[in-house]
């Protein structure tokens, strides 16, 4: 179990950009896969993307391809997702999440840790 708190959440102009942020705390972050998801109101939660612990492996759902980019920074027990060309679809709060294997499926169900959510905006 990891403990992650998200942050850089906000209001934004369609066409903007932001940087979401997700720290962790504990020893074993380095191992575990991280992911984004994010909930719009009335909406299931959906994925949005995911890294291994190396980094080396990403995914993306298909609507942010092109236009979000996770990272991680292991020393810093801190995941990234950089946000550009925002729509005001993708307004939505989103969430850090983490389980101990990278995997193929990225089903909200098979993470155990979760941050409490970070509102995104975006205005057209």
């Known amino acids: 179990q990891v403990q992650l708190v998200e942050s850089g959440g906000g209001l934004v102009q369609a066409g903007g950009s932001l940087r979401l942020s997700c720290a962790a705390s504990?020893?074993?972050?380095?191992?575990?896969?991280m992911a984004w998801f994010r909930q719009a109101p009335g909406k299931e939660r959906e994925f949005v993307a995911a890294?291994?612990?190396?980094?080396?492996?990403?995914s993306y759902t298909d609507s942010v391809k092109g236009r979000f980019t996770i990272s991680r920074d292991n020393a810093k027990n801190t995941v990234y997702l950089q946000m550009n060309s925002l729509k005001p679809e993708d307004t939505a709060v989103y969430y850090c999440?983490?389980?101990?294997?990278?995997?193929?499926?990225?089903?909200?169900?098979?993470?155990?840790?979760w941050g409490q959510g970070t509102q995104v905006t975006v205005s057209s």
């Open positions: 999440a983490s389980r101990p294997y990278y995997g193929q499926c990225f089903l909200p169900s098979s993470f155990a840790s």
């Open positions: 890294i291994s612990w190396s980094g080396l492996s990403t």
């Open positions: 504990g020893r074993t972050f380095s191992s575990y896969a």
